[in-house]
Every structure is written in C-alpha cells, then in structure tokens.
C-alpha cells in the first residue's frame, strides 16, 4: 500500500508522518501542495505543522493549496485521507470535516502527553482500536479549540462521527472534549493530538511502565492497511 | 486607489479568548466600564480600476469563502473606503 504525506510550506511533521507509515508496513510518499498530482497513492496523510504561517486562519490558506482540488475530489470519492493537527485544521476549512478551530480557550500553545478515548472504531483509520480504546498520544497546538454550531453538534454525535475525546484533561476548552471527528463515510478523520510522534518505542510520549514507550499511534496506520486490504 | 473593506468578526456565540484578554487587561488598568471586547479582522482590497457593484459583490463571495470560515465568523461589512479613511500618508 502506498501512503501520500502532502508536504505544505510550513509543514513540520511530513517527514514524521512518513516514517510512522514505514514503521506500519506501507510504503509512503512525498506529495507536493503545488502539484496537482496524487501519484496514485491509496490514502492521504495531511501532517502538522503551521502551513504558510497559519496566515489568515490556521490550514485557511493551505485549503485552497493547488493539491487540495485532486484531495477533495479523492476523498469524496472514498479514498482514505488522515489530517494531524494542522491537517484536521486544512479539512475543516475545506469543510471535508465538520466544525471549526479556533485559538486555545487559555491562548497559550501546549504541548502534553494526551489521554484519549476512541469512540468510533469503524472508520478508516482506527479499525484496529477496540471500541473505547484508551489510548496516549503527543498533543501539541496553538488553535486546537474545536468548534461547531448546535446543530452540527447534534448531527455528529448522532452519526457517530466524533471519533475521539480528550480524557482527564479537556487540553484546549474543545467542545463536547472532541479531540477528532470523521465525515459520514469515516473515511476522512482529523485530531488534533499526533499519533505519528507515537510509533517507535523509545521516541513516544511516556507510559506508566516505562518512559517513551507509548506506540498507541501506530494503530492508526495499521487501520488503514487493514481497510485497504479489504477493499 | 479605490480600496475595498472587508470586516470579519467572530460570531457572537463563541467565546473569544483574545477579546476576553483584553478585557482583563482593561481591568487591570481600572477601566472596569467595558463589559466585553471582541476582536475582529479588517481587510482592505486595493484595486486599480473603478468599484461597481458587481466588483463589490465578487469581494463578498469572496469574503464568504476564503477570508472568513463561516463556521465561525461573520463577514459585517464589505464596502468601498472613503478616501479620508484611508490611511494618511498612503494616498492622495
């Protein structure tokens, strides 16, 4: 399977992402935010970071990159597509996800070991959690406060769409403590925390047994593997 | 040059942790009056030919689309500066 990781000027965590998807058993690629190419690829990572400096809006800018017309239509078509942080951020402005992100409710960037808990295991990429799976995972931002209206709200939590929450510590004032949220389909999911800083023992966020160990994020990446094996 | 302003602001539901700031600040200074600050955005679009209404409607789909995210701003005004509010210095 090969995995395109978009690389967007700004971009922090494209060469990160890339070597979760090695660790998990695909083959990544680098994909360009200024090509209109996918080069074939099977699923889509869009990394963290601050795209073209998170001018106008964090991921504003970067929605309307030239790539992103060749991942709208992918992902409305099906295919696999993950947004980290920065990511999740660039499919809420290009409204494949629901919601909305705005500054920190306490304005000051954080970065912490993140608690969660898996509410859906149905989608593309968390087909290998157990349904309520608690998992750790690095969480790092500055505009990682999730918002929606009333009515999406309803809608989302309804559908089942709300595919992680931030346990113990809401980190960001996010509504409802949603920290990730899927379309329909559950092909497109986005979070704010980082599953990629999460797969190699020794370099993951610590664990009550041992310091590092945490590899809770590379299930995510073994999830899409899975869907598209059995696709 | 004829200048085109747009004004976004944060929808009026939503907390917004800048204003909110700088209502503690102006508190802090003994200013106590202001109950609430919110904290918008003012673009200003310079053009060099004339502004019509077909220009001005133009800025607005554009507003709606890229310069505000409707999920959470409002784009309030999209109008034509008058020369006298544009900065000093830079026209005339």
């Known amino acids: 399977m090969r995995i395109g990781v978009i690389t967007f000027p700004g971009s922090l965590d494209d060469r990160d992402a890339q070597r979760a998807i090695r660790l998990a058993g695909a083959e990544p690629v680098a994909l360009w935010h200024g090509d209109h190419d996918l080069h074939g690829v099977d699923a889509i990572v869009l990394p963290g970071g601050f795209s073209y400096g998170d001018y106008l809006r964090a991921g504003a800018i970067a929605s309307h990159a030239p790539i992103m017309a060749e991942v709208i239509d992918a992902a409305n078509a099906g295919m696999p597509v993950l947004g980290i942080c920065n990511g999740f951020q660039m499919l809420a402005e290009a409204r494949l996800l629901p919601g909305a992100h705005t500054r920190n409710a306490h304005q000051q960037f954080i970065r912490r070991d993140q608690k969660l808990r898996v509410e859906n295991n149905r989608t593309a990429w968390t087909n290998q959690f157990a349904e309520g799976a608690e998992i750790v995972i690095p969480l790092k931002n500055a505009d990682g406060r999730f918002v929606a209206d009333a009515e999406t709200m309803a809608r989302i939590e309804g559908n089942g769409q709300v595919v992680f929450r931030y346990l113990d510590v809401n980190p960001n004032g996010s509504m409802n403590d949603i920290a990730g949220v899927s379309n329909e389909r559950g092909n497109v999911v986005g979070l704010m925390p980082h599953p990629e800083h999460a797969t190699e023992a020794g370099f993951g966020p610590n664990m009550p047994d041992a310091m590092r160990s945490g590899t809770d994020g590379l299930r995510f990446f073994t999830s899409v593997i899975a869907a598209f094996a059995r696709s | ?92």
């Open chain 2, 1 to 92: 040059m004829p200048t085109i302003v747009v004004e976004v602001m944060p929808k009026a539901e939503l907390l917004d942790p800048q204003g909110k700031a700088v209502v503690g600040a102006l508190a802090r200074l003994g200013k106590n009056e202001f109950r609430d600050v919110r904290i918008g955005k003012r673009f200003e679009l310079t053009v060099d030919g004339p502004v019509d209404d077909a220009l001005l409607a133009e800025v607005h789909a554009i507003a709606e689309d890229m310069l505000a995210n409707t999920v959470i701003e409002d784009v309030v005004s999209v109008h034509q500066a008058a020369i006298e509010t544009v900065v000093a210095g830079e026209t005339h």
